[in-house]
C-alpha cells in the first residue's frame, strides 16, 4: 500500500492503483490543463472520483506532486528487489 502525504492531500493506493495513477498523472502537461484562478494564479485541477472533489495545483506544486510520486515509486521498486533477496 502507498500512502503520500503532500501538503494538505493524502492519497493511498493499493499497489496496481498507485502505478495505474503515476501513470495517469505523467500525461497531464500543465500548460495545456491549467487555467487562471480569481486570485491570478495559473493552476491545474484534477478531478477526483467523487465528483464534488477536485484537487487544485500550481505549476509548482504539481511538479513536487510529480516529483513525490516517482520518489515512491522508485523505492517500492527498491522494496520490491529486497523482497526477492530472502
Same mark, same amino acid.
Given at each position: 500500500m502507498y500512502f503520500i502525504w503532500h501538503?494538505?492531500? $493524502? $492519497?493511498? @493506493?493499493?499497489?496496481?492503483? @498507485?502505478?495505474? @495513477?503515476?501513470?495517469h498523472i505523467k500525461t497531464y502537461v500543465f500548460e495545456q490543463r491549467a487555467f487562471c484562478f480569481p486570485d491570478g494564479e495559473k493552476r491545474l485541477v484534477m478531478h477526483s472520483s467523487a465528483n464534488e472533489i477536485s484537487l487544485a495545483f500550481t505549476e509548482e506544486e504539481w511538479e513536487? $506532486?510529480?516529483?513525490?510520486?516517482?520518489?515512491?515509486?522508485? $523505492?517500492?521498486?527498491?522494496?520490491?528487489?529486497l523482497k526477492g533477496c530472502k
Open positions: 501538503n494538505n492531500i $493524502l $492519497l493511498h @493506493f493499493l499497489n496496481q492503483e @498507485f502505478y495505474l @495513477f503515476l501513470t513536487d $506532486l510529480k516529483e513525490v510520486l516517482t520518489e515512491a515509486a522508485y $523505492l517500492g521498486n527498491v522494496y520490491d528487489i
